[in-house]
């Protein structure tokens, strides 16, 4: 996604000169503009649903569309199959080692028997040395067998590992078939349509916060003391036919370098040349729109 600050559409100097900036009482002009996101694609393939029109109005992380997944949905199964596969060969050590473990349970009857009879005199030395060795190489045979079968699950477990990985980025590339509107704001314009083949980087739709623009507006090095960063200032809109319609916003941004004036803003002092260009922050009610002519005063809205 590639986010760039819309330039606005400044065609509105013949409606600023009707209004007598310099009589009017407010101190700088300019025009609304917005914050504008394209929205692209991160995968390659068809576009097999795309619920966007120009307009609209999105919501954050809204589903609006899928990219086609088919080919990444059966590679994710081959790989799936493959782990089972390998996962059905690790040998259930349990299992494995029963018969001996066995064994081992009843020659460890056997010797304790013989410890037993040994101690009445009912044994002789070799019968007890025949029963001791003989739990001996049980569990030498069982900690053997536990050992072999050991190196085998871990060589089948590096064997899924990779193969693991490989579904774990098949399951991100697959989120990314998934187109997911970024940001809330309206839809500026559409640039692809259902079953087109898209690419990764291609533009689908360009679109724009519209709750909060932003008024871009000229003032004279003279006003520069007049203004400061967070500044509350009264902001207003024309409606035609001499009305207006205020607001309330915040300076948030001063150029710190002068600039010649725009030929369709003028000033508070229209002879100026030089002018430095701040930002204001206004909350739309949904009547202000990209591109609308505004005018800014920088006293207080509260007081005279």
């Not at 949905?73 to 029963?98: C, D, F, H, R, W």
């Not at 081992?104 to 304790?112: F, M, P």
């Not at 050992?147 to 697959?174: A, C, F, R, Y």
């Amino acid at each position: 996604m590639i986010n760039k600050t819309s330039l606005g559409i400044l065609a509105f100097a013949a409606l600023f000169a009707s209004c007598g900036n310099s009589n009017n009482g407010y101190d700088a002009a300019g025009a609304f503009e917005s914050v504008e996101t394209i929205v692209s694609t991160e995968s390659s393939g068809t576009i097999m649903e795309f619920n966007v029109e120009e307009g609209q109005t999105l919501k954050p992380n809204q589903f609006v569309g899928y990219i086609d997944s088919t080919q990444l949905y059966q590679k994710k199964m081959q790989l799936e199959t493959q782990i089972g596969s390998i996962t059905s060969q690790v040998p259930n050590i349990p299992v494995q080692i029963a018969s001996l473990q066995a064994q081992l349970d009843e020659a460890e009857i056997n010797q304790k028997r013989m410890a037993n009879l040994f101690k009445a005199s009912a044994a002789t030395q070799q019968q007890l040395d025949d029963a001791n060795t003989q739990v001996q190489m049980l569990n030498k045979q069982i900690d053997a067998q536990k050992s072999s079968l050991g190196i085998t699950t871990n060589t089948l477990s590096k064997q899924v590992t990779p193969l693991q990985h490989e579904i774990d980025q098949t399951n991100d590339q697959l989120l990314k078939c998934k187109i997911i509107n970024p940001i809330h704001g309206t839809v500026l314009t559409k640039y692809s349509e259902d079953h087109e083949v898209v690419t990764p980087g291609k533009a689908l739709y360009k679109i724009a916060e519209t709750d909060t623009l932003i008024l871009r507006a000229y003032i004279t090095g003279t006003q520069l003391d007049q203004v400061k960063l967070g500044q509350v200032v009264k902001v207003r809109t024309d409606l035609g036919e001499s009305k207006y319609k205020e607001y309330t916003g915040t300076v948030y941004w001063i150029s710190n370098q002068s600039e010649f004036t725009p030929k369709t803003i003028p000033t508070k002092d229209e002879r100026a040349d030089l002018v430095y260009a701040i930002k204001v922050r206004v909350v739309n009610d949904g009547f202000i729109k990209i591109g609308m002519y505004g005018e800014v005063k920088f006293s207080n809205p509260e007081t005279k």
